[in-house]
């Protein structure tokens, strides 16, 4: 009884130390389950932050996404193969980690002997590559800083062309490249990495930034080539890739150029003209895609794994043809597959480039660069019989041979003997030609007529516009005695209204069809009479006329003017601000339909010109 009292009290007194928590737990709960929430909501935070940032960390895996090459699948199944090995290793608790080294191992060495034995289609397809470090990566992963411009000085800026100044080991370089997209909508940005004319504008702006500053010039080359589109041709995109490799020429700092993906054409060309060309070992550099090419020989796209072995793009090849000066290695795989391990060995092609000209003169430096060029497409010529070109090569290149009195190297007594009746006659034409032994009357050409094939072009062109002439007969026999009138083979007419025909179209000896004295053109229109404006484009002037319009809401005339693109004959000798009088005639053009019938100079007090006086 005692005992069941005492345990009464006892589960009492618990009941009442119960009761007298519950009335003081509820402030000390909200306490509590308060600091959890903070708890739980800093761990969700923590979680957030740490997926946030691992986004712009180091890669620790190869991404999902990166795209796959037909030759890369086994490679790509072998990886996946091993890492479900690890993962289910990991789950239950099996060490495994011999078999995994060997399927390492075996994927190294497929790897390698994969990529050693690329063809060059298969390394076309690397050189394309969407995920291949474009000209940003290399550029912010090699510089310590890099700061970037934009603008070619007229309103313009082309995404597709980067520029900028960074340094590498405490030197500052100008960076000028291309620069492709990774997805559609950069790709579009960027034009596919195709720079327009403003683009080449831009890079040639900073190319001179850096020869006034002393700058060498890093360019990096990964386009498929300049846009076509008509835009660009309509902004003069021959003339700025033209302009480009004139004024590359004249610099006087280093130029270095690394082509790190494709170099097309002459939108590669238009920053690639440098002292040293660099290539990455799965670039490509060609005159025209095979694509183009196939399409051009082959009549056909489906023929360009034929083009590519033909037209010697990989880096070796173009190394052995002395194009390009040195090759960069990437690791095993490709930059696409390992980015980070390429850059070092880019940043230190281009430091030990620039080392080897940090010496030099700008003299020396600019005739380095022209002498580059200078022997490109430089050849030996011999005599083979049956095409056995390679057994024959061999032997001349272990044959001691023998000297010629001119300096030149031959293989034995016969053909140095025909060597030296070579330049025997070459010098004996010399000699005629300055002693002008040979000729009766020599004649005189104008300067470029000296190249090949144009004095041919230039004398069948006058002979066949000879015979179209009017009045012409190849058979006449020009008599001994003075004939009156139209003065022999020259045929001219009067072309009436008062017009005088001019003495040189009488006498002179110039071939004009359009020529209202000596072509096929009579004038059957009005005559009009303006100023000259323009001069610039060959037999056209371009007259402005001036005139009263009258407004009739104003009740009163403004003065305006017209333009009419006229022909004008060799037989006149025209400048800008002499007043003419010109007929209209037959359209000569799509806008000329007026020939000038009379020139008066400016200044001779002769002037037609409409005064506004009476007004």
Same mark, same amino acid.
């Given at each position: 009884?005692?005992?069941?009292?005492?345990?009464?009290?006892?589960?009492?007194?618990?009941?009442?130390?119960?009761?007298?928590?519950?009335?003081?737990?509820?402030?000390?709960?909200?306490?509590?389950?308060?600091?959890?929430?903070?708890?739980?909501?800093?761990?969700?935070?923590?979680?957030? $932050?740490?997926?946030?940032?691992?986004?712009?960390?180091?890669?620790?895996?190869?991404?999902?996404?990166?795209?796959? $090459?037909?030759?890369?699948?086994?490679?790509?199944?072998?990886?996946?193969?091993?890492?479900?090995?690890?993962?289910?290793?990991?789950?239950?608790?099996?060490? @495994?980690?011999?078999?995994?080294?060997?399927?390492?191992?075996?994927?190294?060495?497929?790897?390698?002997?994969?990529?050693?034995?690329?063809?060059?289609?298969?390394?076309?397809?690397?050189?394309?590559?969407?995920?291949?470090?474009?000209?940003?990566?290399?550029? *912010?992963?090699?510089?310590?800083?890099?700061?970037?411009?934009?603008?070619?000085?007229?309103?313009?800026?082309?995404?597709?062309?980067?520029?900028?100044?960074?340094?590498?080991?405490?030197?500052?370089?100008?960076?000028?490249?291309?620069?492709?997209?990774?997805?559609?909508?950069?790709?579009?940005?960027?034009?596919?990495?195709?720079?327009?004319?403003?683009?080449?504008?831009?890079?040639?702006?900073?190319?001179?930034?850096?020869?006034?500053?002393?700058?060498?010039?890093?360019?990096?080359?990964?386009?498929?080539?300049?846009?076509?589109?008509?835009?660009?041709?309509?902004?003069?995109?021959?003339?700025?890739?033209? =302009?480009?490799?004139?004024?590359?020429?004249?610099?006087?700092?280093?130029?270095?150029?690394?082509?790190?993906?494709?170099?097309?054409?002459?939108?590669?060309?238009?920053?690639?003209?440098?002292?040293?060309?660099?290539?990455?070992?799965?670039? +490509?550099?060609? @005159?025209?895609?095979?694509?183009?090419?196939?399409?051009?020989?082959?009549?056909?796209?489906?023929?360009?794994?034929?083009?590519?072995?033909?037209?010697?793009?990989?880096?070796?090849? *173009?190394?052995? $043809?002395?194009?390009?000066?040195?090759?960069?290695?990437?690791?095993?795989?490709?930059?696409?597959?390992?980015?980070?391990?390429?850059?070092?060995?880019?940043?230190?092609?281009?430091?030990? !480039?620039?080392?080897?000209?940090?010496?030099?003169?700008?003299?020396?430096?600019?005739?380095?660069?022209?002498?580059?060029?200078?022997? *490109?497409?430089?050849?030996?010529?011999?005599?083979?019989?049956?095409?056995?070109?390679?057994?024959?090569?061999?032997?001349?290149? &272990?044959?001691?041979?023998?000297?010629?009195?001119?300096?030149?190297?031959?293989?034995?007594?016969?053909?140095?003997?025909?060597?030296? &009746?070579?330049?025997?006659?070459?010098?004996?034409?010399?000699?005629? *030609?300055?002693?002008?032994?040979?000729?009766?009357?020599?004649?005189?050409?104008?300067?470029?007529?000296?190249? &090949?094939?144009?004095?041919?072009?230039?004398?069948?062109?006058?002979?066949?516009?000879?015979?179209?002439? $009017?009045?012409?007969?190849? +058979?006449?026999?020009?008599?001994?005695?003075?004939?009156?009138?139209?003065?022999?083979?020259?045929? =001219?007419?009067?072309?009436?209204?008062?017009?005088?025909?001019?003495?040189?179209?009488?006498?002179?000896? =110039?071939?004009?069809?359009?020529?209202?004295?000596?072509?096929?053109v009579s004038i059957r229109g009005r005559i009009?009479?303006?100023?000259?404006?323009?001069?610039?484009?060959?037999?056209?002037?371009?007259?402005?006329?001036?005139?009263?319009?009258?407004?009739?809401?104003?009740?009163? =005339?403004?003065?305006?003017?017209?333009?009419?693109s006229a022909h004008i004959s060799?037989?006149?000798?025209?400048?800008?601000?002499?007043?003419?009088?010109?007929?209209?005639?037959?359209?000569?053009?799509? !806008?000329?339909?007026?020939?000038?019938?009379? +020139?008066?100079?400016?200044?001779?007090?002769?002037?037609?010109?409409?005064?506004?006086?009476?007004?």
């Open positions: 009884m005692a005992l069941a009292q005492g345990l009464t009290k006892r589960a009492g007194g618990v009941r009442s130390a119960s009761v007298s928590r519950r009335t003081v737990n509820p402030v000390r709960c909200s306490v509590f389950s308060a600091k959890n929430a903070a708890q739980r909501s800093a761990e969700v935070g923590r979680e957030w $932050l740490e997926t946030i940032l691992s986004r712009f960390g180091p890669a620790t895996d190869r991404a999902q996404n990166i795209t796959t $090459l037909d030759f890369e699948k086994p490679l790509s199944e072998l990886d996946k193969r091993i890492k479900e090995v690890r993962k289910v290793a990991e789950e239950n608790g099996v060490d @495994v980690s011999s078999q995994i080294g060997e399927l390492e191992s075996r994927a190294q060495q497929l790897r390698k002997e994969t990529y050693s034995r690329l063809t060059p289609t298969q390394r076309l397809q690397v050189a394309r590559h969407p995920n291949r470090p474009t000209c940003l990566d290399i550029i *912010l992963n090699i510089t310590d800083k890099f700061v970037e411009l934009h603008g070619d000085r007229a309103g313009l800026d082309d995404p597709a062309i980067v520029c900028g100044i960074g340094s590498m080991d405490g030197v500052s370089f100008m960076f000028i490249g291309h620069q492709k997209g990774r997805n559609t909508k950069e790709n579009i940005r960027r034009n596919f990495g195709m720079p327009q004319p403003n683009g080449y504008r831009k890079a040639m702006r900073f190319m001179r930034h850096a020869n006034k500053f002393g700058l060498p010039i890093v360019t990096f080359v990964d386009t498929p080539g300049a846009y076509a589109g008509k835009k660009a041709e309509e902004l003069g995109q021959g003339e700025a890739i033209a =302009y480009n490799l004139r004024e590359m020429f004249g610099l006087r700092v280093p130029v270095i150029s690394v082509v790190i993906g494709e170099g097309g054409s002459g939108g590669a060309l238009a920053i690639g003209c440098a002292n040293k060309n660099l290539i990455m070992e799965n670039s +490509v550099y060609y @005159v025209a895609s095979p694509e183009a090419c196939a399409a051009i020989l082959w009549k056909s796209r489906s023929a360009s794994n034929q083009a590519t072995e033909a037209l010697r793009i990989t880096a070796d090849q *173009l190394v052995r $043809l002395e194009v390009m000066d040195e090759v960069i290695p990437e690791p095993l795989g490709g930059a696409h597959s390992d980015p980070v391990a390429a850059f070092p060995a880019i940043k230190a092609a281009i430091l030990s !480039t620039f080392r080897h000209y940090e010496p030099m003169s700008e003299r020396e430096i600019q005739l380095d660069r022209y002498q580059k060029f200078r022997k *490109l497409g430089q050849f030996e010529e011999w005599v083979v019989r049956g095409a056995d070109w390679r057994n024959v090569r061999s032997e001349r290149a &272990s044959a001691a041979g023998v000297q010629t009195d001119a300096g030149t190297w031959a293989l034995n007594e016969a053909e140095a003997a025909y060597i030296e &009746s070579s330049v025997n006659a070459d010098e004996a034409w010399d000699a005629t *030609l300055v002693e002008k032994a040979d000729w009766t009357n020599k004649p005189v050409q104008p300067p470029g007529l000296g190249r &090949s094939g144009v004095m041919e072009m230039a004398v069948s062109m006058t002979e066949r516009a000879f015979q179209k002439q $009017l009045g012409v007969n190849i +058979v006449f026999k020009k008599p001994t005695g003075k004939i009156p009138g139209k003065g022999g083979q020259r045929w =001219y007419k009067n072309v009436g209204l008062g017009f005088k025909t001019p003495k040189e179209a009488i006498e002179g000896h =110039y071939i004009d069809k359009k020529c209202p004295f000596t072509g096929n009009l009479t303006g100023q000259v404006k323009s001069t610039k484009m060959t037999r056209t002037i371009v007259v402005r006329r001036d005139y009263l319009h009258y407004i009739k809401k104003y009740a009163r =005339y403004e003065k305006r003017h017209t333009n009419i060799p037989a006149f000798r025209c400048k800008e601000g002499d007043t003419v009088v010109i007929g209209q005639c037959r359209p000569l053009s799509k !806008t000329v339909r007026f020939n000038v019938l009379r +020139v008066i100079p400016a200044g001779s007090g002769g002037s037609d010109k409409k005064g506004f006086s009476g007004f």
